[in-house]
């Protein structure tokens, strides 16, 4: 029984969970830089060595992680029900924006950390080009919005310690629900950094996003391949030149 059954159960555990696993995307808050059900590859024994005291996540990672259970209680889509018999957090996947200790605001949709402004043109220019960068609503002009019930209105957010502010790279006004809403995260409830994607192997390099509806409406274009390292955007690279300086 051990050899034929509980062997290689035992050892997929072990794997997945201290060595490396991969989680598929579900769906649009984090485009045009994953799209919905993409696989990403999460290196497991990365989490396991900062939650131990060595190195750290960086702004510019992906990460993947639960929401605070504040939020959860609050807001329906951080709330999910196994077959009538118990509710769990599901896990998100947003990029890191503000460590600890970093002063977050945002304005007209742009990102300010510690009074430096973001270049976030690695996703706004795509959703400027759709025509719906928001620029407008709460979301995009504070630092947490009270919309949600979870935080109270700020126009800036100090990180606490222990804790990551993260959002999706969707910038529409409904396109992701993360800090913004909830607040920061604990590093507990972090699971990992998405360092690649590994599925689909081919992907067409068009996406068109229908503001209307929240949902991709054509693919389009040629195939190219889709396998591709997860790396910080240079606007990251160039803050922290500026943050050093």
């Known amino acids: 029984m051990w050899k034929e059954f509980l062997e290689p159960i035992v050892f997929a555990v072990v794997i997945t969970q201290f060595v490396a696993t991969l989680v598929g995307v579900d769906g649009v808050s984090m485009m045009p830089n994953l799209r919905d059900r993409e696989r990403v590859f ?56 503000g460590l600890p200790g970093d002063r977050i605001r945002v304005e007209a949709g742009e990102v300010f950390i510690n009074d430096v402004k973001l270049d976030s043109s690695w996703t706004t220019d795509y959703w400027r080009q759709q025509g719906c960068w928001d620029t407008q609503s709460e979301l995009a002009n504070g630092a947490t919005s009270s919309r949600a019930g979870v935080m109270p209105d700020q126009p800036e957010i100090t990180v606490p310690a222990g804790q990551y502010f993260v959002m999706g ?21 972090v699971a990992g950094r998405a360092a690649a994607v590994v599925w689909p192997i081919m992907r067409k390099t068009t996406a068109k996003y229908d503001c209307a509806t929240e949902r991709v409406s054509e693919l389009s274009g040629p195939n190219v391949l889709n396998l591709r390292v997860l790396d910080r955007p240079e606007g990251f690279r160039n803050l922290k030149s500026e943050l050093n300086k």
């Open 169 to 189: 790279d969707n910038r529409t006004m409904n396109g992701s629900e993360d800090s913004r809403l909830f607040g920061p995260v604990p590093r507990r409830d």
């Open 42 to 97: 999460v290196p497991k024994y990365e989490t396991w060595l900062h939650k131990a005291g060595v190195g750290e996540f960086s702004r510019g990672d992906i990460v993947i992680f639960k929401p605070p259970r504040e939020a959860a209680a609050q807001i329906p889509n951080l709330n999910k029900n196994f077959l009538g018999l118990w509710n769990y957090r599901p896990f998100l996947i947003k990029r890191l924006i």
